[in-house]
């Protein structure tokens, strides 16, 4: 692996996206669209927003960077530029890292925009304070970037790529505890949920809202979803044939 070559293609995935207008507003203006909706559906229940907005901010930059992640990494493959890139001296990790900090670094945008939007406009208020509220966000980020990275690597079209999302998402949105609590649900699903990555996002920013103090609790669930974004990004590496 080259921390040269794992810049380059870095710069030329942001180079490329910066055009894209369409796919930045996705991802820098949606999000914060989302949260101010939602806060004034539940209007005349604040209280009921304020807790469920922190974990929302869990939610929306892992599922918003999953989509665009497979996508464009699925337009690559199907307009050759994987192939060609395949066919130089570069190894595979330096192509998935290097995609992996492109997206992160909007992933990091994007939940400046969204928690100082939640945080400042929206006027909800976290325990734990600004940093690990952020901190919780850009790792959510982190991990939708490379699970986005990984399973595009089993579809042969965007359309394909868009179907995971309900396939391998969703599941893991109906158990995280964002509608009930996991103690309340069948054992299975609690089973389902304790291997689940974004059950430990959702708790990280549950954490972050009802304790003022860092929490080994909150330790714990960073380290995990860290650690799954971490091997869905090795996995994703070995898994891109040099040949499409």
Do not use: N
Request: proline share 3%.
């Amino acid at each position: 692996m080259s921390v040269r070559k794992t810049l380059a293609t870095s710069k030329r995935v942001l180079s490329q996206l910066r055009h894209d207008q369409r796919t930045l507003a996705l991802i820098f203006i949606v999000p914060s669209v989302l949260l101010t909706i939602l806060k004034y559906v539940f209007q005349g229940e604040s209280r009921i927003f304020d807790s469920i907005a922190p974990m929302l901010l869990g939610i929306f930059p892992m599922i918003m960077m999953f989509l665009i992640t497979s996508i464009v990494t699925l337009r690559e493959r199907s307009s050759g530029t994987l192939s060609r890139l395949m066919t130089m001296p570069i190894a595979k990790s330096d192509f998935i890292f290097g995609y992996a900090i492109a997206f992160c670094l909007l992933g990091f945008v994007q939940a400046l925009i969204s928690g100082g939007i939640m945080l400042g406009l929206l006027h909800v208020t976290v325990l734990g304070g600004t940093i690990p509220t952020m901190l919780v966000a850009v790792l959510a980020a982190f991990l939708g970037t490379a699970l986005g990275l990984f399973t595009s690597a089993f579809a042969r079209s965007e359309f394909q790529a868009v179907q995971f999302l309900p396939a391998f998402i969703f599941p893991q949105l109906l158990v995280c505890g964002l509608f009930v609590a996991r103690s309340e649900m069948a054992k299975v699903l609690q089973w389902f949920a304790d291997i689940m990555p974004l059950t430990y996002s959702v708790d990280a920013m549950k954490q972050v809202t009802v304790s003022s103090s860092w929490t080994g609790t909150l330790t714990r669930d960073l380290i995990v979803v860290a650690c799954f974004a971490i091997a869905a990004l090795i996995l994703g590496s070995a898994t891109i044939r040099r040949q499409e």
